[in-house]
């Protein structure tokens, strides 16, 4: 349920995501930061579905259990990655 809920609240990033790699990269190379994060997540998504639906697979019963854990494991994963890239930026911009 848990899985369910964090994948349901990822979604509801994916703009301020977009917004946040389109701006980092500024007006000139704007374009190309949102060809990149596009391609980004589409070859994601599909390496996603493609392992998701491995786990799912697997054995003799069908069950999301698995395939949720290992994909709120991948968020909470990603979502410590751009805390500590955030925090970063902002600390090298204040002793600059």
Do not use: D, K
Not at 17 to 31: D, K, L, N, Q
């Amino acid at each position: 349920m848990a899985g369910s809920l964090l994948i349901g609240l990822i979604s509801l990033a994916m703009p301020a995501m977009t917004a946040a790699v389109v701006g980092a990269a500024g007006r000139e190379h704007a374009g190309v930061a949102s060809g990149v994060l596009n391609a980004a997540r589409q070859s994601g998504g599909a390496l996603g579905v493609a392992v998701l639906g491995s786990l799912l697979g697997r054995g003799h019963a069908l069950s999301l259990h698995v395939p949720l854990l290992v994909a709120t494991a991948g968020y909470l994963v990603a979502i410590a990655l751009a805390w500590t890239t955030i925090r970063a930026g902002r600390e090298r911009r204040v002793t600059s």
